[in-house]
Each structure stands twice: as structure tokens, then as C-alpha cells.
Nanobody, 115 residues
Framework: QVQLVESGGGLVQPGGSLRLSCAAS????????MGWYRQVPGKQRDLVAT???????NSADSVKGRFTISRDNAKNTVHLQMNSLKPEDTAVYYC?????????WGEGTLVTVSS
């Protein structure tokens, strides 16, 4: 029983900012990796950024310098601060947790970057 609930998506102009949040509940183990992936119609789901319970970060080259991932281990939450947004960032963003060799996913939140 693992549940992930995302929030913070919406419509923003190019160059603007959004902050996504995700809360995990259920059987959450101390050692895990949480993060964000995104998907557009007709394309596969791609990495945005992940962060381990120890604070190790991995991120896509396309978002380096613009997006920042963070987490609170005590609250089992993960956040994605998105700055300098571009139209190509438009996608459904999915929260993810990887633990004990298994992936769990949220339902997704839509981010639209358009003028």
C-alpha cells in the first residue's frame, strides 16, 4: 500500500515558475528514491529529477540550472521548483518512489507552458 499525491500543476507563461509537491503515504521504507518524471502524448515517460533518501540527486540535462528537486524524509514529501519554464516543458508530471526494487507512481499533474 503506497500512495503518491501530486499538487502544484497549472498554466504558466514562458519564463515563469511553478512548484510541484508530492506526498507519499502507506508503507514507506527509510531507504528510497523519490522523484519526478514527465510524459507527453505519443512519447515515453522521461526522467526529470530524482533524489535519494541520502540526498543524492540525478536530473535530466534539459532541466539542469532551471529545476531544483528537494525532499523531507520525515514527511515523505518531494518537491520540484521549476524556473525559467519553456513551452517544451509542457507535459504531465508524475511523482515516483522507488523502494525495495519496485516503482510506484502518482496519477500525474499537468503543467502547461504557453503564452
Amino acid at each position: 500500500q503506497v500512495q503518491l499525491v501530486e499538487s502544484g500543476g497549472g498554466l504558466v507563461q514562458p519564463g515563469g515558475s511553478l512548484r510541484l509537491s508530492c506526498a507519499a503515504s502507506g508503507s514507506i521504507f527509510r531507504l528510497n528514491t523519490m522523484g519526478w518524471y514527465r510524459q507527453v502524448p505519443g512519447k515515453q515517460r522521461d526522467l526529470v529529477a530524482t533524489i535519494t533518501s541520502g540526498g543524492r540527486i540525478n536530473s535530466a540535462d534539459s532541466v539542469k540550472g532551471r529545476f531544483t528537486i528537494s525532499r523531507d524524509n520525515a514527511k515523505n514529501t518531494v518537491h520540484l521548483q521549476m524556473n525559467s519554464l519553456k513551452p517544451e516543458d509542457t507535459a504531465v508530471y508524475y511523482c515516483n518512489i522507488f523502494q525495495l526494487g519496485m516503482n510506484y507512481w502518482g496519477e500525474g499533474t499537468l503543467v502547461t507552458v504557453s503564452s
